[in-house]
């Protein structure tokens, strides 16, 4: 928004813009939050379809499209659901989060790619009624007040006017939109309600007129097909009034497509080179989930399973996935017990250490090593009631020693 509001007042002082994930800034804000709330619903649904594509995950959570469904029929009276989850203290206690918070947090995780694949990997095992990874991504992921709160408001109640109407503080004005638009209740119209408080914000825009915009600066606009906020209806719609404007339509893809190689090509080529695409529209292909992490096999049927699928809970934990790395972390794992990260070292790489560590039944470690989450690097010394082991990996390379169940042990999985 600042680089298209910069554009419109400075042309000749604008060489070029590169419009990643655009706002349609002609749009009312109440129709901007409709077609996002429309996006969210569209990207979840073809994130659960895309499940079947990957063979991995069609086998850890199958039907994943019914999936949401079911666990709606599975929730109480009061719309909650329940399940034990591992604290940081390594114990498992009961926990209740309602599925409006399950559906909200669902549409959270559409942002992009990696997000898709934990929600997937989340639903896997609730078709046996197994929700703890549900439940622990919801706490991870569930929203709630954030520092920038006030920061969001403020920016967004002062850019644009909310009142649909001629009152400023037309509440039922604002929020009835949604529903005339066909938005159902619960987590898709919480987005489309999203800046319902700037109907009560003072200095409120006294019109809606739209403004401005850069139409003789040479721009790339970047979209993407699964881009839940801005979709890309966005973007062709600010393509379609710019006559200087090319767009790159990436299929599949994230909300902003800066940092993929497709899109990055065609900007260098802009930026440093001078050169807007031939065509007035592009296409780069994308995918719509990340690489799906496997599960840990429960029970672990040997050393192998046992010991990757500890590598795999760490780097497909929530809790490990957004972590900053400016902080020690402690995660409690999944069938009991705790783990200790450390920040990262200069070398990438953090030092673990497992108490009574289970992820899966049949797999209790003690132990000490350093991990790179990046790469899955891993030095791992582990001690469990069924023996020792020792991991060595590089990248996809895994080479685990010690004895298991009173045999010596010796794989390159």
Not at 4 to 26: F, K, S
Request: charged share 20%; with cysteine.
């Amino acid at each position: 928004v600042v680089a298209q509001l910069y554009a419109a007042a400075n042309p000749d002082r604008t060489e070029a813009l590169v419009l990643d994930a655009p706002i349609d800034r002609t749009l009312p804000m109440t129709e901007f939050w409709v077609e996002a709330a429309k996006g969210f619903e569209g990207v979840l649904a073809t994130t659960l379809s895309a499940c079947s594509r990957y063979q991995e995950c069609q086998a850890a959570v199958p039907d994943a499209g019914h999936a949401l469904d079911r666990i709606r029929a599975a929730a109480d009276a009061d719309g909650r659901i329940s399940a034990e989850v591992t604290g940081t203290d390594g114990v498992p206690r009961a926990r209740v989060v309602s599925m409006r918070a399950v559906e909200a947090t669902a549409l959270r995780m559409m942002y992009d790619q990696t997000g898709r694949m934990l929600l997937l990997r989340a639903l896997a095992g609730t078709s046996a009624g197994d929700l703890r990874r549900l439940v622990r991504l919801v706490d991870v992921e569930g929203g709630g007040a954030h520092a920038a709160t006030f920061a969001y408001f403020a920016t967004w109640c002062a850019d644009v006017r909310a009142a649909p109407g001629h009152r400023t503080d037309d509440f039922t004005g604002y929020v009835n939109v949604a529903a005339q638009a066909g938005i159902p209740a619960g987590g898709a119209r919480d987005i489309a309600w999203a800046t319902a408080a700037c109907v009560f914000w003072p200095g409120q825009p006294a019109g809606s007129d739209p403004p401005p915009e850069a139409t003789t600066v040479p721009s790339l606009i970047l979209t993407a097909t699964e881009d839940p906020i801005t979709p890309p209806s966005q973007a062709h719609s600010v393509l379609d009034r710019l006559p200087d404007a090319r767009l790159v339509e990436t299929q599949g893809g994230d909300h902003g497509s800066l940092g993929a190689p497709c899109p990055n090509e065609f900007m260098a080529d802009f930026l440093a080179g001078g050169r807007l695409p031939y065509g007035r529209i592009s296409l780069c292909d994308g995918s719509v989930v990340g690489d799906f992490v496997p599960l840990a096999p429960t029970p672990a049927r040997g050393a192998d399973d046992a010991v990757l699928g500890l590598v795999w809970e760490i780097v497909g934990a929530p809790e490990v996935v957004e972590w900053s790395g400016t902080y020690e972390l402690k995660v409690g794992c999944g069938d009991g017990g705790r783990m200790t990260i450390g920040v990262p070292g200069p070398d990438g790489r953090s030092e673990i250490t497992f108490e009574q560590c289970s992820w899966a039944a049949g797999a209790v470690f003690d132990g000490t090593g350093t991990m790179d989450l990046g790469s899955w690097d891993a030095d791992l010394a582990l001690e469990s009631p069924r023996g020792s082991l020792t991991l060595r990996g590089r990248g996809e390379s895994r080479h685990v020693t010690g004895t298991w169940d009173g045999a010596r042990v010796d794989l390159e999985p």
